[in-house]
């Protein structure tokens, strides 16, 4: 398995709802990372995962939680999203935290904060 | 200070030749990877060629070949033999190891190729 499964595709959600995204991949990568990319721009770090640690939070509002339940799984938390929040959120992986053998993405999830 | 430049926004290219994609970079970090990755309208992220900054030799995957000069801090992606397929978006990044290996991309080219 060499691929990175980002579910779901779409997501529509109103600022008041909680929704959840969710990430997995089985290659046995030991570090994830969440992208935020708006359209037609290049994709933005927002968090890392490193042996199932926070290693890199890069100042993300706190209506976007992070969580990594097991070296295979990364989700992202939402709440009281506002519709600037609307973008692709791409996840990916590498085998070690240095990227030392490159990065695989996940085909992202569509957001749309309404 | 931006670290990764593509100054090319959008791109044409004749189906069956070659395009060239620039990109320079920036980094006082001896030890550095360059990836370049296509986007097409799907959104999936596809991973085409690295180039570490200790490689002797231009990375090369296919169709796709990297154009790396050191000195002058560009790492340039050549595609030849163009297909339809190819239209899309292209990013550079760079990853360095003194920012925590963070990937950082440049703003992209967008590429069409023409029949």
């Known amino acids: 398995d060499t691929e990175v499964t980002q579910t779901p595709k779409h997501l529509v959600m109103g600022m008041t709802n909680k929704k959840s995204l969710k990430c997995e991949q089985h290659?046995?990568?030991?570090?994830m990372y969440w992208y935020k990319q708006k359209a037609k721009k290049p994709p933005e770090l927002m968090f890392v995962?490193?042996?199932?640690?926070?290693?890199i939070n890069e100042s993300v509002p706190s209506r976007f939680s992070p969580e990594c339940p097991n070296s295979s799984l990364l989700n992202l938390h939402l709440h009281a999203l506002q519709p600037e929040d609307s973008a692709l959120y791409l996840c990916?992986?590498?085998?070690?935290?240095?990227?030392?053998?490159?990065?695989?993405f996940g085909s992202g999830t569509r957001l749309t904060v309404v | 200070a931006q670290k990764i430049t593509q100054t090319q926004p959008g791109m044409f290219v004749q189906e069956k030749e070659a395009v060239t994609l620039d990109c320079t970079y920036d980094?006082?970090?001896?030890?550095?990877?360059l990836f370049w990755y296509k986007q097409p309208s799907s959104g999936e992220m596809i991973f085409l060629i690295y180039?570490?900054?200790?490689?002797?030799q231009n990375a090369t995957e296919g169709r796709y070949s990297l154009n790396f000069q050191k000195a002058r801090k560009s790492a340039n992606l050549v595609i030849s033999a163009s297909q339809l397929g190819d239209s899309a978006m292209y990013f550079c990044?760079?990853?360095?190891?003194?920012?925590?290996?963070?990937?950082?991309f440049g703003a992209g080219t967008i590429l069409r190729v023409k029949s």
């Open positions: 990916a992986s590498s085998q070690d935290d240095a990227g030392t053998y490159g990065y695989t």
């Open positions: 290659m046995g990568h030991r570090a």
């Open positions: 995962y490193s042996y199932e640690k926070l290693s």
């Open positions: 980094t006082s970090d001896p030890s550095y990877g």
């Open positions: 180039q570490g900054s200790y490689d002797q």
């Open positions: 990044a760079m990853r360095e190891p003194e920012y925590g290996n963070k990937l950082v």
